[in-house]
């Protein structure tokens, strides 16, 4: 019998432990996680700094660190979880969204893994991680509540109904917030990550530059977003302020651009926990882990019936653990691939 056959008849085990594999981006991470909330290891291997010299994520230079480093963040994970591949009951992987080659490494290595040891692979979306690493921050979360998506590629408030229901209220039209502070950060002449760099520098100032309100006048959903005319505003300062030989306060900048990104986030998610009269609000994607947001979200709640839930900083940036926690719901679905499972570069949010 061939994989392909065995599969079907893979039973769902109670407490499963489930390697979660991410590789979408430029971290190579594993994680071994029990029941989708207890992490037992992870292990993560980032090539952010050979990235750092040309500004961004170079697709090539990140697929080949994945190769090199996967084995490696493996075997790390299974010792410090002291278990060997025979302990683990599926094997869980991100399948898209993401670079098509740093996917791929991570694909392939999953199903060899499944196939080795007989066991199920579970696809898993890359968007439904992020949200699902909330339920690595409370145990006890359970549907439905109301995510703030915020990444690199994605910016949305989303309804999520169930374990494996969700409807995005409201997104961005254009650029996505991550990707706001990224450019924001290049203009600033501050280097790769971009988020963090701009969050530190932030802090320095005050939000004193005027800013555009975002979609003034816009007939679409009041849960949208648009970042690309704050983006344009802070791109358009810089150089007319240079123009004129006026020397820029750079921490204001800052400051007053991560004001007008983040404000707008916090208020249409606070505005949707409460006209859906959910009692739960929580954040999800690399952006979630901005410590403006963090607080401002917490002084949102107070006095309020709303439990925020606020993953740790770690599990807001990619991670294998949140990659392991979907995958358990995924798994108890019995939604198992077999081994034609491709990467995916693109995937509609689901
Ligand atoms: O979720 P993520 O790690 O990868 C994607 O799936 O996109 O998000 C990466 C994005 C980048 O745009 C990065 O600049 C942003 O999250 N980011 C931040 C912070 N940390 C990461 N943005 C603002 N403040 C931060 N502290
Ligand atoms: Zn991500």
């Known amino acids: 019998m061939n994989y392909l056959e065995r599969a079907k008849g893979f039973v769902i085990k109670e407490n499963p432990i489930i390697m979660g594999i991410e590789t979408s981006c430029d971290e190579t991470a594993v994680a071994i996680v029990k029941n989708g909330r207890e992490i037992l290891a992870e292990?993560?291997?980032?090539?952010?700094?050979?990235?750092?010299?040309?500004?961004?994520?170079?697709?090539?230079?990140?697929?080949?660190?994945?190769?090199?480093?996967?084995?490696?963040a493996t075997k790390n994970a299974l010792k410090d979880a002291n278990l060997t591949l025979d302990d683990i009951d599926a094997f869980a992987v991100t399948e898209g969204a993401g670079l098509l080659g740093a996917?791929?490494?991570?694909?392939?290595?999953a199903k060899a893994l499944a196939f080795a040891t007989n066991k199920p692979l579970v696809p898993v979306s890359h968007i439904r991680?992020?949200?699902?690493?909330?339920?690595?921050?409370?145990?006890?979360l359970k549907p439905p509540f109301i995510t703030i998506l915020a990444?690199?590629?994605?910016?949305?408030?989303?309804?999520?109904?169930?374990?494996?229901?969700?409807?995005?209220?409201?997104?961005?039209?254009?650029?996505?917030?991550?990707?706001?502070?990224?450019?924001?950060?290049?203009?600033?002449?501050?280097?790769?990550?971009?988020?963090?760099?701009?969050?530190?520098?932030?802090?320095?100032?005050?939000?004193?530059?005027?800013?555009?309100?975002?979609?003034?006048?816009?007939?679409?959903?009041?849960?949208?977003?648009?970042?690309?005319?704050?983006?344009?505003?802070v791109i358009n300062y810089v150089h007319n302020q240079t123009a004129k030989g006026v020397e820029?306060?750079?921490?204001?900048?800052?400051?007053?651009?991560?004001?007008?990104?983040?404000?707008?986030?916090?208020?249409?998610?606070?505005?949707?926990?409460?006209?859906?009269?959910?009692?739960?609000?929580?954040?999800?994607?690399?952006?979630a882990a901005n410590g403006y947001l963090r607080k401002a979200l917490s002084f949102a709640v107070e006095n309020t019936d709303?439990?925020?839930?606020?993953?740790?900083?770690?599990?807001?940036t990619d991670n294998a653990s949140m990659i392991a926690a979907e995958g358990f719901i995924?798994?108890?679905?019995?939604?198992?691939?077999?081994?034609?499972?491709?990467?995916?570069a693109v995937m509609p949010f689901k």
């Not at 004001?259 to 999800?284: C, F, N, P, Q, R």
């Not at 995924?330 to 995916?344: C, H, I, S, V």
């Open 129 to 140: 991680g992020h949200i699902a690493a909330a339920y690595l921050a409370d145990k006890n």
């Open 306 to 316: 709303i439990n925020l839930v606020l993953p740790e900083k770690k599990y807001c």
């Open 151 to 233: 990444s690199g590629g994605h910016t949305a408030i989303v309804e999520v109904k169930s374990y494996t229901e969700s409807v995005c209220l409201g997104s961005t039209k254009d650029d996505a917030v991550g990707e706001a502070f990224d450019k924001v950060a290049r203009v600033l002449g501050l280097s790769y990550p971009g988020g963090p760099n701009v969050e530190r520098l932030a802090k320095e100032g005050s939000p004193t530059v005027q800013l555009p309100k975002m979609l003034k006048n816009y007939t679409g959903s009041e849960y949208d977003f648009s970042y690309s005319g704050l983006k344009t505003a």
């Open 248 to 287: 820029i306060n750079k921490a204001d900048l800052a400051c007053s651009f991560q004001h007008s990104a983040i404000d707008v986030l916090v208020e249409k998610a606070i505005k949707a926990v409460k006209e859906k009269g959910y009692k739960t609000l929580t954040i999800s994607g690399g952006v």
């Open 330 to 344: 995924q798994y108890n679905q019995g939604k198992f691939a077999d081994l034609t499972l491709n990467a995916k």
């Open 43 to 72: 292990s993560i291997i980032s090539s952010a700094v050979e990235h750092a010299k040309y500004g961004g994520v170079v697709p090539e230079i990140a697929s080949r660190a994945h190769t090199t480093a996967i084995l490696t």
């Open 103 to 109: 996917l791929l490494v991570g694909v392939s290595f």
